[in-house]
């Protein structure tokens, strides 16, 4: 299973960006798909994860409202959304897959991880 997380970058607070994770290597149809993210000094945290039928997803409790995760099942890509970005926002994000598709918020449930994009919200 590979992941390959991609549209990072540098923006203002209050600005909008949209992250990519395409993964490949299996089929995935008995998987969730996760967002974390780790900040300078900290460690990496939940963020928002979805089920491989995009009918179920969990957030955390810092992003819910304001960012959205979606999955294009044709393409394998799962996508997070994010508004309304604050300085807070900034650090690596990574994406993870779970075998059983449970959407659990531990990085120790995950098993497969890409390589992280990073995200700076200067304020």
């Known amino acids: ?6 549209g990072g970058g540098l923006v203002q607070a209050g600005a909008s960006l949209r992250l990519s ?15 974390f993210r780790r900040a300078p000094g900290k460690e990496r945290e939940f963020v928002a994860a979805i089920n491989w039928s995009g009918r179920r997803a969990v957030y955390a409790g810092s992003v819910k409202g304001r960012f959205a995760i979606s999955i294009e099942k044709v393409k394998n890509t799962v996508y997070l959304q994010m508004n309304s970005l604050k300085p807070e926002d900034t650090a690596v994000y990574y994406c993870g897959a779970d075998r059983q598709g ?22």
Do not use: E, K, N, P
Request: charged share 10%; aromatic share 16%; net charge neutral.
């Open 1 to 6: 299973v590979q992941l390959q997380a991609s």
């Open 21 to 35: 994770c395409a993964a490949s290597g299996r089929t995935f149809g008995t998987y969730a798909l996760g967002w």
């Open 102 to 123: 449970s959407m659990r918020i531990y990085v120790a449930d995950y098993d497969y991880w890409g390589q992280g994009t990073q995200v700076t919200v200067s304020s």
